[in-house]
């Protein structure tokens, strides 16, 4: 009933969807010039209106720290998920994160919740991102669908090369 025992398979899904509920925006808008340059990769970015975060990719998890999880997809486009700007000096404090490096996840899945007050309270933007980090050497096309979305609904298409 609960896959106890079963070791999860990679899936081939080429889909990337909301990691938070919110506001899907283009990436070169955000209010950090590293990720609006996309010097981390291509992308969107999500202004967040409920604490619940799930998986934007169907992958393999490849990096945890406290804002952030790195993902690696089956077609090996690397996803990484980062919550809110400069909120690497809070510590983590503000992220309950239930996933573990090498742990294979489906896109959706819950990977915990965000205290987006703590972050405002911190005077930092809530600006989520998805980005592909090897944009360069494995991202054939991105399409993504700007506006409200809820967490865990698709939001575009990255296929690799």
Do not use: C
């Amino acid at each position: 009933m609960f896959g106890f025992g079963r070791k999860k398979e990679l899936t081939d899904d080429q889909k990337l969807y909301a990691p938070v509920s919110g506001e899907v925006v283009k990436l070169d808008t955000v209010s950090d010039p590293i990720f609006a340059k996309k010097i981390m990769g291509d992308g969107f970015a999500i202004e967040p209106n409920d604490g619940k975060i799930v998986s934007p990719v169907a992958g393999k998890v490849i990096v945890k720290q406290g804002h952030a999880i790195g993902f690696k997809r089956i077609d090996g486009l690397e996803v990484l998920l980062h919550l809110g700007i400069d909120t690497v000096s809070l510590n983590g404090a503000p992220f309950a994160l239930k996933v573990s490096i090498g742990d294979i996840v489906e896109a959706g899945d819950d990977l915990g919740k965000a205290d987006w007050a703590q972050v405002e309270a911190a005077g930092l933007p809530k600006t989520t991102m998805v980005l592909i980090t090897n944009t360069a050497d494995k991202l054939a096309d991105l399409t993504v669908k700007y506006g409200q979305i809820p967490a865990g609904s698709a939001v575009g298409d990255a296929h690799a090369k």
